[in-house]
C-alpha cells in the first residue's frame, strides 16, 4: 500500500500563491501520472493538474498559465505551484498517483482557502 501526505494548503489572500505539495511513502514502479484534483462544496471533483510519466503537463483550463506542476526524478514527490490565486480556487485538494497496473492512490486532501 502508497500512503499519500500532502502540505502546504491554508488561507491566502485573493492574488497570492502557494505550494503545495505531495510525498509518496514509497516509489511507485510502473508510475503513469500523477495528479492535484480539487473538490469545493457542493461540487464534483476535478482534476486540476496532472503530470504523465514521459513529463507531459495538462491543466484545467481556469488554473492554466498560473499553475505549474511539477514531480521530482525519484518519482516520489509531486508538487503544485498556484499564482493570482482567486476565491474559486477555494477548496480541498487532492493528490493522486497512478500506476499502470489500474491502483490509483489518494492523499487525505489539504484545505486551501482564498480570501478576497
Known amino acids: 500500500q502508497v500512503q499519500l501526505v500532502e502540505s502546504g494548503g491554508g488561507l491566502v489572500q485573493a492574488g497570492g500563491s502557494l505550494r503545495l505539495s505531495c510525498a509518496a511513502s514509497r516509489i511507485i514502479f510502473d508510475f503513469n501520472a500523477m495528479g492535484w484534483y480539487r473538490q469545493a462544496p457542493g461540487e464534483q471533483r476535478e482534476l486540476v493538474a496532472v503530470?504523465?510519466?514521459?513529463?507531459?503537463?495538462s491543466y484545467l483550463d481556469s488554473v492554466k498559465g498560473r499553475s505549474t506542476i511539477s514531480r521530482d526524478n525519484a518519482l516520489r514527490t509531486v508538487n503544485l505551484i498556484m499564482n493570482n490565486l482567486k476565491p474559486e480556487d477555494t477548496a480541498v485538494y487532492y493528490c493522486n498517483f497512478k500506476d499502470n497496473w489500474g491502483h490509483s492512490y489518494w492523499g487525505q486532501g489539504t484545505q486551501v482557502t482564498v480570501s478576497s
Open positions: 503530470i504523465a510519466a514521459d513529463g507531459t503537463t
